[in-house]
T-cell receptor, first 113, second 118 residues
């Protein structure tokens, strides 16, 4: 079956530090990959996505590259801000026919001034 | 509406009580999902509707859980005889297309209903 594994948090960084949150997946076929973000008290929001190998998703300074050879979709940001403090979820949906979105367990990021 | 609306935002129930959680998806969205998110965990799939048809209920943890979407818009998740292990945030999400769409079908989530069973 499909599964997503994320690095455990919490991750605590100083403002302007470099961020990497690791994500690897297991899936048959060629899934679409997503990063969702959940700010305190809010619902999950799509941050970025990639639909095929070597695609790079990007949004709000965050990037992730779909690496089929390593089955990874690591999230990166060059300079984090306090406002980036949130929980980040890696997720996948298999292409071809009906498939639900499968989420990782989430990684909490805390950015301190 | 502009987003996915869920109610109530918070619900406290005594063990054994029945609860009903409502989801109002974005108007015109075909797909509707319910997920359960336990504290510190990622969302776990419960059930999926395409319009009014419940196409997948494989994630419902027991027959105490029941979901419906009779007119293909608003959905209700009902939990009968609640247990403490049912305590979680219940998330509803909708998307414009059916899940047989082969593209990257993006889900829009509501803020969730936090259920606490005492």
């Amino acid at each position: 079956g499909n599964s997503v594994t994320q690095m455990e948090g919490p991750v605590t960084l100083s403002e302007e530090a470099f961020l990497t949150i690791n994500c690897t997946y297991t899936a048959t076929g060629y899934p679409s990959l997503f990063w969702y973000v959940q700010y305190p008290g809010e619902g999950l929001q799509l941050l970025l996505k990639a639909t095929k190998a070597d695609d790079k998703g990007s949004n709000k300074g965050f990037e992730a590259t779909y690496r089929k050879e390593t089955t990874s979709f690591h999230l990166e940001k060059g300079s984090v801000q306090v406002s980036d403090s949130a929980v980040y979820f890696c997720a996948l949906r298999n292409g071809g026919g009906y498939q639900k979105v499968t989420f990782g367990t989430g990684t909490k990021l805390q950015v301190i001034p | 509406g502009a987003g996915v609306s869920q109610s109530p935002r918070y619900k406290v129930a005594k063990r054994g009580q029945d609860v009903a959680l409502r989801c109002d998806p974005i108007s015109g969205h075909v797909s509707l999902f319910w997920y359960q998110q336990a504290l510190g965990q990622g969302p776990e799939f419960l059930t999926y509707f395409q319009n009014e048809a419940q196409l997948d209920k494989s994630g419902l943890p027991s027959d105490r859980f029941f979901a419906e979407r009779p007119e293909g818009s608003v959905s209700t998740l009902k939990i009968q005889r609640t247990q403490q292990e049912d305590s979680a945030v219940y998330l509803c999400a909708s998307s414009l297309r059916g899940m047989d769409f082969s593209g990257a079908n993006v889900l829009t989530f509501g803020a969730g209903s936090r259920l606490t069973v005492l």
